[in-house]
């Protein structure tokens, strides 16, 4: 990659980290181009040097940082499968990677919950698509463990990916919202209970 492309790539991570800084503060509508480009330390023509407008800057800032989540769940999975571990365990893994990603970015991660509820922006398309394929990776572990056995036949595997996404960011958001004193490991290994009572619990005793 030549300078040029890692400076412009360099701009437009400090943009993003202001952005969803001020908008978590005070929202879309009350943040500024103009406040945007003082808080990353750059000219307003910067901004609009990179971004067409406000909105699509919110946008891409939503759907670079869902794939970001999506690289560290992957990443998670992968390892545990280079490693033979079984499904559960890159369930627990990508819990855990979930969990360290909010922890850098809390601000992000409000914003996104925030915005899976407002079903007229612009950018709901967006939004959607970066969700699905962060949803997808875990689709593709619960797939695996059902193939291994490991999951009864009968998961319903969309919707309990689904369900384990929402799970960890909004158990996170909690956390950080209301019961910060928490050790991240200590809420690890309850949402890891919880899931692995429902998942391999569920499927030994339907075994039995």
């Known amino acids: 990659m030549d300078s040029s492309s890692t400076r412009r790539r ?3 991570r400090k943009l993003f980290d ?13 943040t500024t181009v103009d406040e945007i480009a003082e808080r990353a330390g750059v000219a307003k023509g910067t901004v609009y040097y990179n971004f067409a407008s406000k ?23 992968g390892e545990t499968a280079e490693r033979g571990g079984s499904g559960a365990e890159a369930l627990d893994g990508m819990i855990r990677a ?10 992000l991660a409000q914003l996104y919950v925030a915005e899976l509820w407002r079903t007229n922006r612009a950018w709901r398309p967006t939004l959607t698509r970066a969700r699905q394929q962060a949803v997808a990776v875990i689709e593709e572990v619960l797939r695996d463990a059902v193939a291994a056995g490991e999951l ?12 384990l996404f929402g799970m960890v960011l909004v158990a996170a958001l909690d956390w950080r919202s209301f019961q910060p004193d928490r050790s991240v490991e200590e809420v690890h290994a309850a ?13 030994e005793a339907a075994a039995r």
């Open 152 to 163: 009864g036949d009968d998961v319903d595997v969309p919707l309990t990916a689904s369900a």
């Open 18 to 30: 202001a952005a969803v800084t001020l908008i978590a503060e005070q929202g879309f509508s009350s």
């Open 10 to 12: 360099n701009t437009r």
């Open 98 to 107: 979930g969990l360290d990603f909010i922890t850098r970015y809390p601000s």
């Open 191 to 203: 949402l890891s209970r919880l899931v692995r009572g429902r998942t391999v619990g569920g499927a």
């Open 55 to 77: 909105t699509e800057l919110f946008e891409e800032l939503l759907r670079d940082g869902v794939e970001l989540l999506t690289d560290a769940l992957r990443a998670a999975a």
